[in-house]
């Protein structure tokens, strides 16, 4: 098979080594230029060479990374799939690599591949992309369907700009659905597809209640405490099993019957290890409903006074950043105004909410989707067993510019697994899962040219 050995010859390796050796990091201003470079150097010849047409356009957000969109179009009356992928990656925290690895180097051991974006998400476009050259040059310079593709430069600063542009360029980017791929599968060794992502909201919270710290000898038993203030706040909000407490975040009518279905019997973990502990989050779900069908509220980040060198006074304040993971069943409108709610009732008007926002807006598709039975049909014939199906990610994906702006199904077919350490040092892909992938996707490609695809806006 062409793919296979597209794989076993190395050169697939090859490819990612060049775009992991560019920092393309866009959280940090001075690597720009190589975030420019990643499209122009990298994505430009390659797309170019497989017969597409590229042009490379500015953020319309002056401070963010640029955009690119390519199209090869053999024939309007054949179905328009519409890929994508992000070019940049989070920082590379070079100094928290163990000894022998670094993050803008690809560095294989057995099987894994070391390297910052190798799964997040470098490795996975590049995936896509290999198996496309496979069936072009096994049709003999055709494919049997159009390709339209968007790689933005943003992504992990929240995909800022991209939902705007693709606004307006829809025309552009018309198409009948949504092929991509990023996030993880629900297991390393089970290939999944999932029909969108959760959304990501953030918000500060702040207990503010004087200019200076007081005395804690003097003031101590006197002088409100806002970190012990702050404590019992987060704790109103969810309780010490993870239980969120602000019914108003939560789906009003708990999980939808065909994300129940979806998720009927799907595993999760990473494969070695189970982070989950059995008893946290809303009774009564499963652990895939938990985070693939249900909300979560985290904290992320917390502090009162100074940690790193304290003092003996009473903090003048507190605060916690936080975040909600949501499905598309809740309404992130009513987020802040619930909480605001909540937190009066309870005897706590003294915390403030800042700074409350969307950073990504969950989106999803029907699992039942006829685009999504295709896809999974086709993976299932190429690898030999079944794909799990799932309606969302659990993490966040721009899916909603697409279906908001051009109303296509959303088809994610991630290509990592949730030990690939993506946000911290150490991340690395799968040799084998990679293969596999690219077996699947070159499977997917060519099912699509075979005139079986579902009719044009079959959804």
Known sequence: MRAAGLFDSGTFRERLAELVAVP???????FAPDVARYLAAQMTPW???LGFTVAIHPNPEPAFGPILVAERIEDPALPTVLTYGHGDTVRGLDEQWREGLAPWRLTVEGDRWYGRGTADNKGQHAIDLAALEVVIAERD?????????VIETSEECGSVGLHRFVGTHRDALKADVLIASDGPRVRPDVPTIAAGSRG???FDLVCALRPGGVHSGHWGGLAPDPAVIMAHALASICDRHGRILVRGWL?????????????KDCPVGDGTTRAVGPEWGEPGLTDAEKIYGWNSFIVLAMIS??????VNAVAP???????IRYTADS????FAPALRRHLDEVGFPDVAIENAGMRMAASRTNPASVWIRFAAESFRRSLGRNVQVIPNMSGGLPGDAFVDHLDVPLVWIPHSYNGCSQHGPDEHMLAPMAREALIGFAGLWWDLGEGSAPPKKAD
Do not use: I, K, W
């Not at 006074?305 to 304290?310: A, I, L, M, T, V």
């Open 24 to 30: 393309s990091t866009s959280q940090d201003a001075t």
């Open 47 to 49: 797309l170019e060479r």
């Open 141 to 149: 310079g055709r494919l049997g369907f159009n390709v339209r593709m």
């Open 200 to 202: 990501t909201y953030h």
């Open 251 to 263: 789906p009003a009518g708990g999980v939808p019957a065909e994300v129940r279905a979806a998720l």
């Open 305 to 310: 006074g100074r940690p790193e060198n304290p």
């Open 317 to 323: 304040d507190a605060r916690a950043h936080c975040q």
């Open 331 to 334: 309404d992130p409108a009513d």
